[in-house]
């Protein structure tokens, strides 16, 4: 085992440079393939390194993988149901595997990944609070390379990775707020305006217009927005 890890201040930075790209592009993908890029440069006799999240179908997917053989050791695991990466999620703890020959948790992902040249692995999982997003895992083509310093340095990795992805959750949800105040905004726009045609075509009140568009809506059988749009339609020759 190599102990010829970056110092903290090295990693601190490539961290910010990491949340700089979410923040100026909300490149959340190449950001995470920056963390598993830097992981695969820091971590002894690495071969390559990745992150496994689930996709909208709540399938596994490999999200950022450095190099072909983590994306086929990856793809095996999905396929068989078992192996390091999907048992660290699983069980949200560090999962070793150090050495390919003598593994015997999960035989048949353990036969199928001999043939690719990997010989060792360290998986860890992905979490943002009580949730558990992901695994991120390097793998190795010699055995025994890794042990606790190296534990702990995946787990600083897999959590910068969590803060990514937690920070675009957010940002989404906050979009989709926003987008909802957006549409509710206009429909109450839109259903001034449809008062306002009352008001004017009838010389009634603002209640009395009120009253008429609820009217329109329970007879016609839809919502007050969709009246209130319907009528302005009729009126305006531009659409809502």
Not at 27 to 33: G, Q
Request: proline share 3%; glycine share 8%; net charge negative.
């Amino acid at each position: 085992m190599t102990s010829d890890l970056p110092p903290g201040d090295e990693l601190a930075g490539v961290f910010v440079r990491a949340s700089g790209l979410l923040l100026s592009a909300e490149a959340v993908n190449t950001a995470l393939l920056l963390i598993t890029s830097t992981a695969r440069e820091v971590f002894p006799d690495a071969v390559g390194a990745g992150i496994t999240l689930a996709d909208r179908d709540g399938r596994r997917v490999t999200a950022a993988a450095t190099d072909d053989v983590v994306a086929r050791a990856d793809a095996l695991q999905y396929d068989l149901g078992e192996g390091p990466c999907l048992t660290a999620w699983k069980q949200r703890a560090v999962v070793r595997m150090d050495d390919v020959d003598r593994e015997d948790r999960w035989p048949r992902w353990v036969g199928a990944v001999r043939g690719t040249g990997l010989c060792s692995a360290l998986s860890t999982p992905v979490v943002a609070g009580a949730e558990t997003l992901g695994a991120m895992k390097v793998y190795a083509a010699e055995p025994g390379v890794y042990g606790e310093r190296e534990e702990r340095l995946l787990e600083n990795f897999a959590t910068q990775a969590a803060v990514l992805l937690a920070n675009t959750r957010t940002a989404e949800d906050a979009r989709h707020v926003s987008d909802r105040l957006k549409d509710a905004l206009q429909g109450r726009e839109v259903i001034a305006l449809a008062k306002g045609i009352i008001i004017a075509r009838d010389g009634a009140d603002e209640r009395a217009a009120f009253l008429t568009l609820t009217d329109l809506a329970q007879h016609r059988g839809t919502s007050l927005r969709e009246a209130a749009e319907d009528l302005v339609r009729s009126t305006v020759d531009r659409p809502i």
